[in-house]
């Protein structure tokens, strides 16, 4: 019988303090959702990750585990192994504290007199300060490090991509016409607006087209198209791939050697871990009329390619 009360008495505060401690990590974690502003039991995802940066910012802390960003620090699943390694770390920045519910009954439960006789101000151990001295950095200071902050962060959502890509199908007017493998370049603008659930930005593409007529009397066309694109980052709602495949959908008017026209598509974007590279495959509808004879046709292309994301 006393082995099974020593037993008992050794294991029975693991096991309560294992009950508890998943209870008090979720109070702590909406206690940061709420000092963050973001409703109860919401996803830590980019947006969450973006909005405690600039917290901490706002306090002149400076996270160096934060500095690679959302998705080179491993995405969702990197962020949220952040916050349960730094959650009371975070707490103590904001200055907030969750107390154990038997902490809290414990604390109900004290006589009010009795803290206020054992609570007295120690007037003999106060001694004045010295040494304390405050640094202030000169101006210049301040104004460099002001700006290599705005430079990383109007830097922050810039993508450059280069893609080799070939036409796969084609209009009526262009099909006797030979195409070959071709180059495309494309930039999407680190600057976009949050409409619901789609991030939308700007981006702009250049990409080489060529259509060999096989008849001698008959023109072939090279030549390359240009223009400005609308790009929408669809991720949220397709979900196919995780937050590891960035998707997005492309519209916009094009302005080609031998005329005008619009271009439909999307970007498949396999981001590569922590590394500021992703592999890439896009997909094209290029419609465009001929400036010289008035008729028009249409092309569809597929390529792959590699990006650097800042």
């Not at 959302?70 to 707490?91: M, T």
Request: proline share 3%.
């Amino acid at each position: 019988m006393m082995k099974q009360c020593i037993i008992t008495a050794i294991f029975l505060p693991i096991y309560l303090f294992a009950q508890d401690t998943s209870s008090v990590y979720d109070q702590k974690l909406n206690q940061l959702r709420t000092h963050l502003g973001i409703i109860e039991n919401a996803e830590f995802d980019s947006e969450v990750y973006n909005t405690l940066v600039e917290s901490l910012d706002s306090l002149g802390i400076k996270d160096e585990q934060l500095q690679d960003g959302f998705e080179w620090g491993g995405g969702r699943a990197g962020f949220e192994v952040y916050i349960k390694n730094n959650i009371d770390s975070l707490l103590a920045k904001f200055k907030m504290v969750i107390l154990n519910p038997d902490t809290l009954k414990s604390l109900a439960e004290i006589d009010s007199s009795k803290i206020l006789k054992v609570i007295k101000p120690d007037t003999v151990s106060l001694k004045p300060v010295k040494d304390l001295t405050v640094k202030i950095l000169p101006k210049e200071e301040i104004k460099i490090i002001k700006e290599e902050n705005t430079k990383k962060s109007s830097l922050s959502g810039l993508r450059l991509n280069g893609n080799l890509g070939k036409v796969l199908s084609r209009g009526a007017s262009l099909s006797s016409y030979s195409s070959f493998v071709e180059p495309s370049f494309f930039i999407r603008f680190p600057y976009g607006i949050n409409i619901g659930s789609f991030l939308t930005s700007i981006g702009y593409e250049s990409a080489k087209y060529s259509f060999e007529s096989s008849i001698d009397t008959v023109g072939s066309y090279f030549g390359s198209g240009s223009g400005l694109l609308l790009n929408i980052n669809i991720s949220k709602i397709i979900k196919i791939g995780g937050e590891k495949v960035v998707k997005e959908f492309v519209v916009g008017t094009q302005s080609y050697d031998h005329g005008s026209g619009f271009v439909v598509g999307y970007n498949l974007n396999l981001m590569l871990g922590k590394l500021p590279f992703s592999f890439s495959l896009s997909s094209r509808f290029n419609t465009i009329t001929f400036e010289e004879s008035g008729g028009s046709s249409y092309w569809a292309s597929l390529s792959a390619g590699i990006g650097l994301d800042l």
